[in-house]
């Protein structure tokens, strides 16, 4: 499951990239989060989405809640991409659209085996035990 997630985050990883204008950006694409700059900038959903889901972050070690998250505002960008052009988002053929739709299908993989994992969690504080 944490495979597939992770293969789903190299697409948007990839196309941020080509999106973010580096002509106007003083740090050459790179987030700087102590930058006044950056938090103002019009690009900062991009750049801050990569720089909290860069190669070098292991997924391995992340947890596959923090995964789908990314997953999720990956696709309301890409979503809001797509909605401002003239895509029918079901049927479009383009790489946006079938991501959105691929990942959509995955994501609802993701929340059942989500759910599973809390069920399965030893220590979850009963209701019953309340005085
Ligand atoms: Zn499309």
Redesign the pocket.
């Known amino acids: 499951m944490k495979e597939q997630l992770k293969n789903a985050l190299v697409f948007p990883r990839t196309l941020f990239r080509e999106l973010i204008e580096l002509q106007t950006c003083p740090h050459a694409g790179h987030f700087a989060e102590r930058d006044q700059v950056c938090w103002a900038c019009d690009q900062e959903i991009l750049c801050q989405w990569l720089y909290r889901n860069d190669e070098c972050a292991p997924v391995e070690l992340r947890a596959l809640e923090q995964i789908v998250e990314s997953l999720e505002s990956a696709m309301a960008i890409v979503g809001a991409h797509?909605d401002a052009?003239d895509?029918?988002?079901r049927v479009?053929?383009?790489?946006?659209?079938?991501w959105?739709r691929d990942t959509e299908n995955l994501l609802a993989d993701a929340y059942t085996a989500l759910c599973r994992e809390r069920n399965e969690r030893p220590n979850v504080p009963s209701l019953s035990r309340a005085p």
């Open positions: 797509v052009g895509h029918g988002r479009c053929p383009c790489d946006l659209c079938f959105l």
